[in-house]
């Protein structure tokens, strides 16, 4: 087992009406719909989650809405798919909201750059009830969860989905040019 150790930090988020209406590709949204989101907002905040995350080859933020939100969304889906879609949006927000909360660049810049996994951070996932989809691979199990350096290191530059990735264009583009990563 990789050495790892892991600190609780106070899950917080605001709630982003200009980030919802992005996520969810709205211009408007109604009071019913609202009043109904503003309420899932409160029942999901109990459910949000946030780690420090130290290894030997660094420190990660882990931010994740637990299973309970995942049910209720997929709840959502089988009551009402036409406005599952609003559900689902609204716990993307609230995920990306606890890493704004506490990495702001990540907001300026747009993304989270994900971290190339190593065993301590399987490992550390794992414990956490968040581990990796496939192993070696970046990509989390939960649905709504974050994995990204902690403090804010960089964006794109640094990004181990950067080669694949439609906002980093391959190659091409970077948030910061930062020493040792310079074309």
Known sequence: MAEYTVKDIPAEADFDLELLLAVSQESRIGGEVMDALANAWDCWLPHARARHIET????????????????DV???????????FMYNALAQVMCMGIVHALIPQVEEIG??????PTDALADALEAEGV????????GLARRFAVLT??????GCEICALRQGCPKAGGDRGSSVTLPGFER
């Open 56 to 71: 030997q080859s660094g420190s990660f933020l882990l931010a994740w809405l637990d299973e309970a939100v995942e049910e």
């Open 149 to 154: 350096p902690y403090p804010f290191k960089g």
């Open 74 to 84: 997929d709840e959502k889906w089988e009551e009402a798919p036409s406005e599952a």
């Open 111 to 116: 993304c989270a750059p994900a971290p190339k």
């Open 131 to 138: 581990p990796y989809a496939l192993m070696g691979e970046p």
